[in-house]
């Protein structure tokens, strides 16, 4: 499938604070990041204009270490850029608190399937030129306080957006903000609009800006947008810029709001499910919010047993994901040797990583994402002795863990050591295992040997969530909280299972638990040990249905349609 000339070359600029591309590259966290990878390999594969942009995080997220009681400690995940990106000539000096800061860029190529190469640019400040402390700028993911966080934003907006300018021939005439981040990079196309003029910008400045500009917002949770006192804002933009900000009505309650900055110069904008472009239009409701689902790079997160099934049943998966449907006709036990294989790999991995030896034959439990209170890791052991009973009398099972909290987030922390906690108190009736350090590489096995993929976050709190989706690209059903793109992805008894009945009301604890008990007791564990074939027919059923739609291919043409086609005069109608 190819939707554009690769003739037009980096026309469309792709901002994310973190991209993942590989796991050896540390520049990102969980969901975002490795998003935004998917979206930038499908663009490759697309043969679409784009270039990706983002800071280098030498220091990278961090490496989790956890101790026997589940205790989350971390030290700096330091890689060497010099070593795997290519350095780029360009520099260009942004100001930061009155100081001149000098920002280079390091360039990883993707390839994508018909041979165009996208470009993604690691923003960095470690240059001699500029001061111990602005060497760090582009240290740490996600870490510092406020004002580190206000200035590398700068930098990835500002900054990214005079390096693009430094390195094309062609000014991008599409800025894709993927999330508020990268939000400053308007200020600066404002800045170029009215020509360093003091004043408030005229309207029609101001739409000028917003033709070239597209924003998707990820998160339903109204913590998870950065604000930034308007004191702070004076003192790194300086007061000029700040009064350029206010003018332009992107100041509240004393406070500079990224998304609210990335809604008033968007022109288009949307979430990333169904269920949360409603709810981020009822947050925002004087914005015109749309929807566009995330999904997966089938390629990258398909395991080899399956990837090769495909290519010998469906040759043509690679090209257009949508040939997945055809995954029906593939017969039960080719699915069911597949997963086999997957699943010895995955149990091989998980006895290396933590020297615990799984079984084969019971049936596994994966569930892996960053840990955080909404996410509900310890819901699975709200009942121990239920749990406990349903083992022995319904059927064996056991549960593979894997996810970092932030290292400021106690909440997170505390679900770590309470799946421990679990874990011991249960023993062999339910063995559960914890892998530190979730990665890329662990995400792409667990996703693909598990038998059911776990997901209970509290309602309406997910966004989108796409960890489900390559579990169904590898014929893993999920059991899941009707949240995010569950409530598009499941059908009941074919792509999985619901916990709970209702995706509009906020979710019960208790009322979660005991659906989730009732769902494993009455239906999954007899399905799974009584009638095997069955099982294996909601496995070929998660394919054909969600991994055929819930990809990045799918996504990236659907942007092209909605978010870049409506531009007039880019040259991508």
């Known amino acids: 499938m190819k939707i554009m000339s690769p003739g037009q070359l980096s026309r469309i600029a792709y901002f994310s604070m973190e991209i993942g591309l590989e796991s050896n ?7 975002l990041g490795v998003l935004a990878g998917d979206t930038l390999r499908s663009v490759a594969d697309l043969g679409l204009p784009v270039a990706g942009v983002t800071l280098v995080y030498r220091q990278g997220y961090f490496r989790q270490h956890l101790d026997s009681q589940g205790n989350q400690t971390e030290s700096p995940a330091a890689w060497t850029p010099e070593e795997i990106l290519e350095p780029m000539e360009p520099q260009v000096t942004i100001t930061i608190e009155g100081r001149q800061v000098k920002v280079r860029a390091w360039r990883y190529e993707i ?13 960095d400040t ?13 240290d740490h993911l996600y870490g510092g306080d406020s004002h580190y966080r206000l200035c590398q934003e700068v930098v990835l907006g500002m900054g990214g957006m005079a390096l693009i300018s430094a390195l094309a021939p062609e000014e991008p005439v599409i800025y894709h903000m993927n ?4 939000a400053l990079l308007t200020l600066s196309l404002l800045e170029s609009r009215i020509g360093g003029g003091a004043g408030a910008p005229t309207e ?6 917003r033709r070239q500009c597209v924003f998707t917002t990820h998160t339903p949770v109204p913590a998870g947008h950065d604000k930034f006192h308007w004191d702070l804002v004076s003192k790194v933009l300086g007061p000029e810029r700040a009064d350029l900000l206010r003018a332009s009505n992107c100041c509240f309650d004393g406070s500079l709001n990224m998304t609210y900055l990335a809604l008033r110069f968007a022109r288009y904008i949307n979430g990333v499910a169904m269920r949360h472009g409603e709810i981020s239009t009822g947050m925002f409701p004087d914005y015109p919010i749309d929807a566009i689902t995330n999904g997966v790079h089938a390629v990258t997160w398909t395991c080899p047993p399956f990837a090769d099934l495909f290519d010998r049943h469906i040759p043509e998966w690679r090209q257009d994901n949508f040939y997945l449907r055809y995954a029906v006709g593939i017969s039960l036990h080719e699915i ?12 091989g991995e998980v006895e290396r990583r933590s020297g615990v030896q799984l079984s084969e034959n019971i049936f596994t439990i994966g569930f892996a994402r960053r840990a955080t209170t909404y996410k509900r890791q310890d819901l699975l052991f709200s009942d121990l002795d239920r749990l406990r009973g349903l083992a022995q009398q319904v059927g064996q099972l056991q549960v593979v863990y894997g996810g970092k909290a932030h290292p400021r987030d106690e909440g997170g922390k505390e679900m770590i050591r309470r799946v421990f906690q679990a874990a011991a108190a249960m023993g062999d009736a339910v063995r559960v295992v914890y892998l530190e350090n979730y990665d ?15 997901n209970t976050p509290l309602r309406p709190q997910e966004a989108s969530g796409t960890s489900g989706m390559k579990a169904a690209l590898n014929g893993v059903p999920s059991l899941s909280v009707l949240d995010g793109w569950w409530v598009e992805g499941h059908v009941e008894h074919a792509t999985g299972w619901a916990i709970g009945d209702d995706f509009t009301n906020p979710g019960d604890y208790s009322q979660d638990a ?19 074939e069955a099982y294996a027919k909601v496995r070929r059923s998660a394919i054909a249905l969600n991994g055929s739609f819930f990809n990045t291919q799918r996504m990236v043409s659907q942007y092209v349609t909605n978010a870049y086609s409506i531009l007039e005069g880019n040259g991508l109608k």
């Open 111 to 123: 390839q994508g399937l018909s041979g165009h190469k996208v470009p993604v640019y690691f923003l």
């Open 336 to 347: 069911a040797a597949a997963h086999a294989h997957a699943k010895r790999a995955m149990l």
């Open 204 to 209: 029609a400045e101001v739409e000028a800006v």
């Open 440 to 454: 890329m590489a662990l995400g792409k096995m667990l996703c693909a040997g598990v038998d059911l993929w776990l």
């Open 514 to 532: 005991a659906s989730l008990y009732d769902k494993l007791e009455r239906i999954i564990l007899p399905l799974y040990y009584g009638k095997p």
């Open 179 to 182: 999330e508020g981040h990268s």
């Open 25 to 31: 590259l540390y520049t990102y966290s969980g969901g």
């Open 126 to 138: 470690a240059l001699p030129e500029n001061s111990p402390w602005d060497q760090t700028l582009t």
